[in-house]
């Protein structure tokens, strides 16, 4: 449910990825969250080579830090005394700052994206309120008519 | 044991056909103008839903911890326009604080 979201996501990367069905299909596994927003240059247009090239060296150090992370737990001890839960919505804050420089459309759907996650999160089960909050986006189809 | 692993390889292979559905259905098509002034929206859309889950929400409920105020403080550093990695490493710092002194 929680990865629901990657299916909007790859529809919107679709355009800039190459080749037949199967290549697209590969291409489209590297479309991390991260990488899916760094390698977004607005207007709906996204840079291929910089997501793909984003993605490798996530998946490295992700394994990494897991296998780090099972077999040496212990010594770094609560990972929210260090605060380190804040860094993940303070990067994706990062990112929307960016995409809200598009205009005031963009600044529109964001909030309305926000509002409906938000009140979606007590009701819902986890992942569902990212993907209905991309109900927003529906608002361009007024902007283009 | 088992029922564990096969229910991760189940997710994973989900989570492979997912992730192949948009490229493979949109293929490289050029979009009419509706449909990528959608698309183009998603971004600002599914990272507002992001930022808001992630400070907010907590097991199905939505809490304001030291995590939001940490959140908060990168917002602040972002408007008075810090570089990236300066506001990112606030906002860790400024929950770490809040917890250990709070």
């Known amino acids: 449910m929680l990865n629901a979201r990657f299916g ?5 990367i679709g355009p800039y990825l190459k080749g037949g069905p199967l290549r697209r ?32 060296p996530q998946v490295v150090a992700w394994l990494g830090g897991t296998a780090v992370g099972v077999l040496g737990g212990d010594f770094v ?20 700052m ?44 007024r902007r283009a008519s | 044991m088992t029922t564990l692993w096969l229910t991760i390889l189940a997710v994973a292979l989900a989570n492979a056909a997912i992730k192949a559905s948009g490229p493979v259905l949109v293929g490289g098509k050029e979009l009419p103008p509706r449909a990528s002034a959608v698309i183009s929206l998603l971004a ?36 008075l326009r810090a570089p990236v990695l ?5 906002a860790a710092f ?3 604080l809040v917890r250990a002194f709070g």
């Open chain 1, 77 to 96: 001890g609560d990972p929210e005394r260090l605060g380190l839960d804040a860094i993940f919505p303070a990067f994706f804050l990062v990112l929307l």
């Open chain 1, 25 to 56: 299909a590969l291409e489209g596994q590297t479309v991390l969250d991260a990488s899916w927003a760094l390698a977004s240059r607005g207007g709906g247009r996204f840079d291929r080579e910089f997501m793909i090239g984003a993605t490798v």
């Open chain 1, 98 to 141: 960016e995409e809200l420089r598009g205009g005031r459309s963009a600044i529109t759907v964001a909030l309305i994206a926000a509002v409906l996650a938000l009140l979606l999160v007590p009701h819902a089960p986890p992942g569902v309120p990212v993907i209905a909050a991309c109900a927003a986006a529906l608002l361009g189809l």
């Open chain 2, 86 to 90: 300066v506001a990112v490493f606030l």
């Open chain 2, 94 to 96: 400024t929950a770490a």
């Open chain 1, 8 to 12: 909007p996501m790859g529809a919107a």
């Open chain 2, 44 to 79: 600002p859309a599914l990272l507002a839903a992001l930022v808001v889950t992630e400070t907010f929400g907590e097991d199905g409920t939505l809490v304001l911890d030291e995590k939001a105020l940490g959140v908060g403080v990168a917002a602040v550093a972002l408007l």
